[in-house]
């Protein structure tokens, strides 16, 4: 990264910082959220993900542009609450990272980044346990599983999640209704 | 506003149709096949094989929003959107255009187009036995059916045979054989229930759903890719549908005249023969009022639909209802309950897997009140539909802690296998349950709105609780850990097989339809779609219905052909 585009980005930093206040400064759950606003957080998004499903011998979130699915459903597809709660949620990792690191999150560093994430995961409400999908509607509620959900369906929705970070069997012409798990095998991208 | 381009002669058909979707689609073939010069009506848009599926070949990363309905969609189709995603969209009505009127909560799910549901159901085929069929009978419930197995049972072979559907014989009095296919496979984990079932139960058994899904080619189709993406239309053939077999056999004779885009609002008495003379149709793209007319007329507009166009078509004859002089047309809907069921992890197997996407699962069929005196808080039966799987990531999202590589590696991974299953309930037919038609309330055609008033009842409800308590007993069992009942409690219609509006029976005081499906009152109408129902047994109703409609035809023809009608 050359200098330019690195004052470049503390300048497009520093706006979004701006921007950001605007956002989060909706309390009531049920006010519209700006999808230009939401959209100028995808960077954030981004890290996220990818700290949920990060790249390793198979692409990550960021690879497979999960940020851009997690906004485009959130805001097309998801109720006014959840997207409300879902940007209070990105205002306490910023705030939180703020506090405790005097940065923002995307500037922090890698462990500051896990430290900040595991803050959140631990204080997303509850935690899971073993439960079928009947229960869904129970879920879904606070930011965390918000973002966790959407991640997982959107990295495994995608292309590089579905073929490589999974198994995508296209057209399976047969079906093969007892076959011993070979090493290290996948699990099937579809149902 | 009526066409007068069009003479009578040339609107004149030796048969009408009306409603292209399974039962229709039946109706079409097999008069079009007897030589009838058929006029096939249908309110939607033409779908055609193969050609009208866009979604069929998408990846899961061509949908932009995944299979999730945008808020747009979920407000403007409250009850649709609870079915379709947007794989299938297209094959169902849009709820804010086509509004019906709910007393009580009831999905009333719709696909008005050439195929109707046909496109997207769940291709289960059962036949019904003299269990159900002596049931009513028996019970002293509504009315007796006027056929028995016997009558049906060639029918059944029939159908079977044209339309293609795999399964295992098993050899049940309750449960008859068909005409199968090749059977698909249990995988390891729904054998493992199966084994289980068959040690500790002796009156129970698990066996391969039986499907309209082909395991080998047939009839030009298929064979099925085990894809299971079956709703968004194959175009492999792999599945039965009106649009994949029975419209193009029929259009084959050179006997079909199919008219999409028209809406049949009416039929016609004709005072002096006593039957009907024909049906009044708005054509929705010019808005254009039409009459056509034929011998013999078959309605098969779905249950709701079929029952609303009866009441709608009154005259001097008949100031209730075409056909109506039993007053039971629009009572007595019913629809399978499938809210009750149970869940369950098993932390062994692990070494095995499947390859493919199997689309269908398994079936306990019916194990209740099979003999009398059993002494059970309810009566009549359900049968058990469930499927067997490894968690991939759509259920391991809601069951993994945690996020980095560890969990990424078990997100991809194969977890433990799990079994839901859930029970489909007979519906017992209550007189109160009904549809009417609104009185002030109009549709953008000028049609009365529907009402519909339903609600499952106390036999219904507590046949739910023995589900519950049977299913997790069979998986607890089976060795399952953490077995979880459940109750959606989803409303009346949401397994779509809703029936019963305009029932057969053997008296005209207290039914509309005859052994043959024929009106009592008018001689030339036959019925052949789910309104037909006495009863409702447990069974998925299909296959009854193409039986009935085939029966039907049949019986029609002979008819005419011996001038008697």
Known sequence: MNRRSYFKRILVLGALGGASFSIFKWKELTRQVDPVLLWSKKDLVAELSEIIIPETDTPGAKSANVADYIIKVLINCMDIKKQNKFCSGLELVESHSMRNYGKSFLNCSDQ???????????????????????????????????????????????????????????????????????????????? | MYNSNKTKELNTYDAIVIGSGISGGWAAMELCKKGFKTLLLERGRNVEHIVDYPTANLNPWDFKYGLNNTLKDREADPVQSNTYNPSTKH????????????????????????GGRSLVWGRQCYRMSDLDFEANLKDGIAVDWPIRYKD???????????????????????????????????????????????????????????VANLTRGWDHRGPCQNRNLCERGCPFGGYFSSNSSTIPAAVATGNLTLRPFSIVTEILYDEQRQMAKG????????????????????????????????????????PNGFGNDSEQVGHNLMDHHSSAGAYGVHDQFKDYYYKGRRPCGFLIPRYRNLKDGENLNFKRGYNIQGHGERMEWQDLSYNLNG???????????????TVWMAGWGECLPYFENQITLDKIQKDKWGLPLVKIDFSFAENENKMMIDIQQTSAEMLEGAGFKDVEMFNYKKSGGSTV?????????????TSVLNKFNQMHNAKNVFITDGSAMTSSSCQNPSLTYMALTARAC??????????KL
């Open chain 2, 152 to 210: 049906l049972a060639p029918w059944y072979s029939y159908v079977e045979s044209f339309i293609g559907v795999s399964g295992q014989k098993e050899n049940l009095a309750h449960l008859p054989d068909g005409e199968f296919l090749p059977a698909m496979e249990l995988n390891y984990i729904e054998k493992h229930l199966g084994d289980s079932i068959k040690k500790n139960e002796h009156n129970r058994l698990l066996t391969i759903a039986r």
């Open chain 2, 497 to 509: 097989h809703e029936m019963g509006t305009a029932r057969m029976g053997h008296d005209p005081r």
């Open chain 2, 554 to 563: 049949e019986f029609a023809y002979q008819q005419l052909k011996n001038g």
């Open chain 2, 403 to 417: 996020f980095g590589k560890d969990f990424k590696k078990q997100l991809t991974t194969p977890g433990d296998w």
């Open chain 2, 91 to 114: 094959f169902f009505v849009s709820d804010a255009e086509h509004p019906y009127i709910q007393e009580q909560p009831f999905d009333w799910v719709r696909g008005y187009q050439v």
């Open chain 1, 112 to 191: 500051e980044k896990q430290t900040v994430f595991e803050y959140i995961a631990n204080h997303s409400g509850f935690s899971y346990r073993i439960l079928n999908r009947i229960n869904k509607k129970i879920f879904g509620e606070s930011f965390f599983i918000t973002l966790k959900d959407l991640t997982i369906e959107g990295y495994c929705m995608s292309k590089p999640g579905a073929t490589q970070g999974l198994a995508y069997d296209y057209i399976p012409g047969n079906f093969e209704a007892c076959i011993k798990l070979k090493p290290n095998q996948k699990s099937w991208a579809t149902k």
């Open chain 2, 279 to 318: 049906v009044r149709v708005i054509d929705t793209l010019s808005n254009e009022v039409y009459e056509f007319y034929s011998k013999i007329l078959f309605i098969n507009a779905s249950t709701i639909a079929t029952a609303s166009l009866l009441l709608n078509s009154v005259s001097s004859r008949f």
